[in-house]
């Protein structure tokens, strides 16, 4: 929702509480019967209260048509819980993302050239459950394309032997080529 939206339902909200405050006061008898009665055929005779109307007839159309929307303009990644394996079956598998994390960034820094790889996985659902996105800085004697293709493959294999997922979507950038030596932390197994 946007912000100009987010300002007409906040004016329409304001609008729809005031009014139910007045109905309150009214149905309480906080105010005198020919007072509220008086003041009611006031409003009702000025054409201001036809505009006033009109603007809230309009938002209201324009806050329903939002709600009842099924395009997503902003995507929500979620980058924790579990991805269903196997759904449906006797033999539910679900693992989790970090652990899916762990089997990309280890078969990506198998492959000749990488020095460092940031991986993120999406959980997608459907056919192919997850969706791989690595950050890799290359080594500075290895060609961009060549081990781009050799971590996809890589990845792939990888997925599909560990968890059975097949024809994973992976997007790999490049963040820095060097020749420098990176200090990777150790990992006891």
């Known amino acids: 929702m946007g912000i100009i939206s987010r300002l007409l339902l906040l004016l329409y909200v304001l609008a729809v509480m005031a009014a139910l405050i007045v109905s309150a006061g009214v149905c309480l008898h906080f105010f005198q ?8 055929n006031w409003i009702l005779s000025r054409q201001e209260t036809l505009i006033v109307i009109a603007v809230m007839f309009l938002a209201s159309l324009c806050l329903l048509s939002m709600s009842l929307s099924s395009s997503k303009k902003a995507t929500v990644v979620n980058l ?31 492959v000749a050239g990488v020095r460092q790889v940031e991986a993120k996985v999406q959980n997608q659902g459907g056919n192919v459950p997850v969706k791989v996105q690595l ?13 781009s293709a050799e971590v996809k493959t890589a990845v792939n294999k990888a997925l599909q032997v560990a968890l059975e997922i097949s024809d994973v979507p992976v997007e790999i950038r490049i963040t820095e080529v060097t020749h420098a030596v990176i200090e990777r932390e ?4």
């Open 33 to 40: 019967t020919q007072v509220w009665q008086d003041e009611l």
């Open 135 to 147: 950050s890799m800085v290359l080594s500075q004697s290895y060609s961009a394309p060549e081990v």
């Open 80 to 110: 924790s819980g579990d991805v269903e394996l196997e759904k449906g079956t006797v033999k539910e598998v679900a693992v989790t993302i970090p652990a899916i994390v762990s089997v990309v960034e280890r078969a990506a820094l198998s």
């Open 186 to 189: 150790r990992r006891v197994v």
